[in-house]
C-alpha cells in the first residue's frame, strides 16, 4: 500500500472512529467535505504548470519544457502556456507555490535592487 493511501485508509478510519464514539455526523461531514475541496484543489494546482514566455512557444519548445517539468517532479503535468512581453526574454514557471523566474525582466529587476 502507497504512503497516500495509508494515509487515506487512516482518516477514513479516524472519521468511522469520531463518528462511532460522538454518533455526530450533523457537524462532522460538512467539515469533512470543506477539507477534502481544499486538498483537492490544492493537488490539482500542483498538477498544473502555468509557463509563461515573452513570445509563443513552438510545439517542439514546447514539448521540451514539458519533458523537463515532468521529469523534475516525476509525474504528468496540466501546463497552461501563456505569454507575457514585458518577460523581455526566458520562461517563468509556477507550479502551486513554486515560481522560476528565469525571464530578462526579473533579471534586470534583481540587478536593479542590488544597485540601491
Avoid: C
Avoid at 27 to 48: A, G, M, Q, Y
Amino acid at each position: 500500500m502507497s504512503i497516500k493511501s495509508q494515509d487515506v485508509r487512516n482518516f477514513v478510519d479516524g472519521i468511522i472512529r469520531h463518528v462511532k464514539t460522538e454518533g455526530d455526523t450533523g457537524t462532522v461531514f460538512p467539515k469533512v467535505t470543506t477539507l477534502l475541496h481544499k486538498i483537492s484543489k490544492s493537488d490539482s494546482k500542483k498538477n498544473t504548470a502555468i509557463v509563461t514566455s515573452s513570445a509563443e512557444l513552438t510545439v517542439e519548445q514546447k514539448n521540451s519544457v514539458r519533458k523537463v517539468l515532468e521529469k523534475k517532479v516525476n509525474h504528468a503535468l496540466a501546463i497552461d502556456y501563456q505569454t507575457d512581453k514585458s518577460l523581455i526574454a526566458g520562461l517563468k514557471v509556477q507550479l502551486g507555490d513554486m515560481v522560476i523566474d528565469t525571464s530578462l525582466n526579473h533579471q534586470i529587476d534583481q540587478m536593479t535592487g542590488s544597485l540601491k
